[in-house]
């Protein structure tokens, strides 16, 4: 098994890019042209392309040392403020005031994009001749080094060329994420990730399954000297081919969302697998696995390393996922929020999850488009309910949870109340049962100070773990004294 623990530097090379989200309606259709009215509701945005691949990196569990050109706009502030704030340091990029920042504006209906428009400027020499003078410092102490390539023109051919060859020289993998059919500027590189159309226009001949890929990658490799192919096929998962070995892997993917940014998480994902001293084959089934992730999710989100473990183990499926820390769920809410989801809150012990749990867990659902559950610790439960209970762990109550179709995050939280946890989450809405009235639902003046509200929309008489364990004791005396 990998071991997590090991963070190496990866250096990225590229186009980088900011991505930004315009997320609406559409009910209708202009009377001007007949194009659809996008009425905006929210905005976000997220680093993109060589950006992307980096924000990557960082969350698989290394260290990313990120090199390319932004501008001197408004689009540059914002890039750099969201790559400092991801732990991405901004000493190896490129500021030129003679270029707009590389952006690309997507406008989603709901999680589907229906439109995207591009700014971008051509790369000057000196943009290029600036970057190439930092290479050396950017390359000291890495284990690994990734060519982003969006043809935007930082990854000219002598850029390539001397990343290459520096890796080379270095004996360190590199790995190439290409767009230029002519994969000549990608000679002897360590790794080559094209995906299906990319891989059949280098070669001129159409890629339909799995053999056909293979193909392609043996004639890729033999032109150019590549150590290895990596062709992603999408749904048909993907393929590599080396002088010795080939071999297919399905895609991990169930639930297909959005696939911007799929090839930049296989990219980072081999990265951090080879710089932590994986082989080839191994290092591909950890990038399939973060790929099906990634599609999965709306835009270009960051891929942690833990989703990948517990994915790759059989230990999670979605349910596994659900499962968070604080830190973890006060990132998803944003990515949530950014793509305007409503997020719900609700808690309890769940000690015994009984059929009032699961039809209050299900009308929560019907208030949000994401239900937190909260779920007091042992340590809380003891002092709220006495010293024989918790009757079921915390992280088995977790689990129970989690496998609900109506839940999609599970929090623990120590505390005799979730108050903390709430002023600290912001839900839009908080739900108790319906034996409680607004009045005495912890939190729920921080919810409607913010604009939320609170609901109480169903309740389930006699529906309690306490009744039920004391059902459970009683009945047992019985049989007992009837013996």
Known sequence: ???????????????????????????????????????????????????????????????????????????AASLQRMLGETGIPGRWLVSD????????????????QIARFDRETPVAQQATDQLTALLADAFSGAR?????????GMCAESVCRLVIDTARRLDIPSIV????PDFTKYRDATVITPNRREAAAAVGAPIADPDDAIRAARRLSMLHNFAWVVVTLGEQGLVGVSADDTFVIPTQARHVFDVTGAGDTVVAALAVCLGRGLG????????????????????????????VLAAIHGQSSAA??????????????QQ?????????FTNGCFDILHHGHVALLA???????????????????????????????????QEVLASLESVDYVVEFTDDTPLALIEALRPDVLIKGGDYSTGNVVGADVVIAHGGRVVTPVFVPGASTTNIAETIVSSRAERTAGE
């Open 1 to 75: 098994m990998i071991q997590s623990t090991m963070r190496p530097d990866v250096v990225v090379v590229g186009d980088v890019m900011l991505d930004r989200y315009l997320v609406g309606d559409v009910d209708r259709i202009s009377p001007e042209a007949p194009v659809p009215v996008l009425k905006v509701s929210s905005s976000f945005e997220r680093p993109g392309g060589a950006a992307n691949v980096a924000a990557n990196v960082e969350s698989l569990g290394a260290a990313p040392r990120l090199m390319g050109r932004v501008g001197t706009d408004e689009a």
């Open 144 to 152: 690994a080094v990734v060519l982003s390539d969006y043809a935007k």
């Open 336 to 344: 949530a929020r950014e793509a305007g989801l409503k997020i719900g």
């Open 280 to 307: 080839v084959r191994e290092a591909c089934q950890y990038a399939n696995v973060a790929a099906g992730l990634q599609v999965g999710q709306v835009g270009t989100a960051r891929i942690r390393w833990s989703e």
């Open 363 to 397: 009308a929560a659902r019907r208030e949000c488009d994401r239900l937190i559950v909260a779920v007091n610790s042992d340590a809380s439960v003891t002092r709220l309910k006495g010293p024989q209970r918790p009757f079921i762990t915390s992280l088995h109550r």
């Open 97 to 112: 005031a003679s270029c707009a920042t590389t952006t690309k504006t997507r406008l989603l209906s709901g999680q589907y």
């Open 177 to 180: 994420d290409p767009k230029d």
């Open 320 to 333: 596994h996922r659900k499962i968070c820390t604080v830190p973890e769920l006060i990132e998803r809410l």
